[in-house]
């Protein structure tokens, strides 16, 4: 499974954003997907991540209730939509599937990852 993840850019705090992640090699619908984040200097960190059948939604503390991870097996892509962005927020997000249908926190569940999609959240 190839990832590709897009729709990063800049934005002014209060923005919203939504990135996209496209699977191609095989359907992202065989398998849990989630976003991560690392900002510089930093470790990567969880975000969000949803089961295979759509359920399951776990969200990373610092984004409670401001973002929100959906997916669309029919066209093998997920998303991150990003509202009340704060410039905390600003890292690489990476898209990441595999191995397991059911939603994890974890990145070692994961076998797939995307390149990063850079986001940037000016105040």
């Known amino acids: 499974v190839q990832l590709q993840a897009s729709g990063g850019g800049v934005v002014q705090a209060g923005g919203s954003l939504r990135l996209s992640c496209t699977a191609s090699?095989?359907?992202?619908?065989?398998?849990?997907m989630g976003w991560f984040r690392q900002a510089p200097g930093k470790e990567r960190e969880f975000v969000a991540t949803?089961?295979?059948?759509?359920?399951?939604?776990l969200y990373g503390d610092p984004v409670k209730g401001r973002f929100t991870i959906s997916r669309n097996n029919a066209k093998n892509t997920g998303y991150l939509q990003m509202n009340s962005l704060k410039p905390e927020d600003t890292a690489i997000y990476y898209c990441?599937?595999?191995?397991?249908?059911?939603?994890?926190?974890?990145?070692?569940?994961?076998?797939?990852w995307g390149q990063g999609t850079q986001v940037t959240v000016s105040s």
């Open positions: 990441t599937s595999g191995r397991t249908p059911y939603s994890s926190t974890k990145e070692g569940t994961y076998a797939y």
């Open positions: 090699g095989r359907a992202l619908s065989s398998y849990a």
């Open positions: 949803m089961s295979r059948n759509g359920g399951g939604t």
